[in-house]
């Protein structure tokens, strides 16, 4: 039996990323989450080689992500050095989903999906996309979030623009019902058409 279509789903922040990938869940499409597996991990794997790296980021045998957040806005290094430990565990991760994945189509929620170089294991990438008065008041309305936090991620984020420019399909997230219908026409077109 061939292997599953594999279509990975990226966006920067608070583009629609995983409201989309929740229709895609609805249309029966295995998803596997990489923001998911980083909540994993910092329940496990994760927990040592991070508290070598920053002994107060662990509470209660877990990472906590506010002081992971508190290290980053004060050690311009942090970020770097956290990635270096978590993307090798991410990609091992979503290399064992893959392996034990079934069926015609799979989506791989990714949002660092083209800086990690994860695009290249996938057959297609779908893009979504808001305008940025859109994703800056939908990022600012989180709990926790500060402009200036949001600058720092979105530097570390391909711009929109050139993330669209990659993208094989592009969806835009201003509408439940419209985004819901565009994921459902790709769903069936991706479903009638074979891979290599
Ligand atoms: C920085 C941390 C502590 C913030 O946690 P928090 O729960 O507050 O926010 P959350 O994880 O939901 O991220 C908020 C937004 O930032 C973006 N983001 C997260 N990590 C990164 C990163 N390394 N580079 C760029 N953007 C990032 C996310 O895509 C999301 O859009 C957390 O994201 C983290 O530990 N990041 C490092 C691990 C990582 O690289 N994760 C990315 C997925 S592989
Ligand atoms: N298709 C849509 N129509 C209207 N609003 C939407 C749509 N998709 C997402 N939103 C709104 O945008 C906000 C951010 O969406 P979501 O959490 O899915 O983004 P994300 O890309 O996963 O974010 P992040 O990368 O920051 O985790 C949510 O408050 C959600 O209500």
Redesign the pocket.
Known sequence: MSRPFRLGLTGS?GMGKSTTAAMFRDLGVPVWD??AA?HRLYEGDAVEPLRALCPEAVVDGRVD?ER??DW?ARDPDA?PR??AV??PL?AADRAAFLNNARGDLVVLDI??LFETGADAQMDAVLVVTAPPEVQRSRVLARP?MTAARMEI?LA??MPDAEKRRRATHVIETTGLEQTRAAVQSLVSSLRDRKHA
């Open positions: 922040i990489a923001d980083v992500r992971l957040r980053i970020l956290i990635e978590v993307h991410v949002p660092l926790g991620l570390k984020q």
